[in-house]
């Protein structure tokens, strides 16, 4: 999946898409995207401007995002009009730093769903090494007027 079906799939826009491609997807069960960590990204000049590095909130949001898009393709929701909120994120480990230059690789595995609500495995890799793991629910939400 290149960006612009991403795009079709999540209401997310620049500066806050934190997904650049799907590599592997298998509905109702895992996906694999990647996010280009490039200095240009706007939160750099301020964290930390002595040495740039990716805000953990940040891949966790990534993650969330691909674990947006695998429900999405699972399911019959659609952005145009319902939302997948993150519902919470639990066991969020950082095991190292993510800078400029980096290529972040992001599974995500579906542990239970029920209807609306979805239970994600996430975990971010650089170079084959793991950066994140997180545990998140999240729930299809209406958009309102």
């Known amino acids: 999946m290149n960006i612009q079906e991403i795009l079709e799939r999540l209401p997310h ?9 799907v590599l592997e ?6 996906i694999t ?4 960590v490039s200095i240009n990204e706007p939160y750099f000049c301020g ?10 909130v940040l891949i966790v949001e990534a993650l969330a995002q691909t674990a947006a898009i695998l429900a999405s ?8 009009n319902s939302l997948f909120y ?6 969020a480990r950082f095991k190292k ?17 029920r209807t609306r ?6 975990t971010a890799y650089v170079a084959g090494e793991i950066v994140c793991t997180a545990e998140m629910t999240s729930a299809e939400g209406k958009v309102s007027s």
């Open 13 to 21: 826009r620049y500066p806050f898409i934190l997904v650049d491609r």
């Open 25 to 30: 997807f298998v509905k109702d069960t895992s």
């Open 33 to 36: 995207a990647i996010k280009n």
């Open 47 to 56: 964290h930390f401007p002595v040495k740039a590095v990716m805000p953990g």
């Open 73 to 80: 393709c699972s399911s019959e929701w659609s952005p145009n």
């Open 86 to 91: 993150l519902g919470s994120i639990e066991n």
């Open 97 to 113: 730093i993510v800078t400029p230059g980096d290529q972040l690789h992001l599974k995500v595995e579906v542990h239970r769903r």
């Open 117 to 122: 609500v979805w239970k994600f495995k996430g």
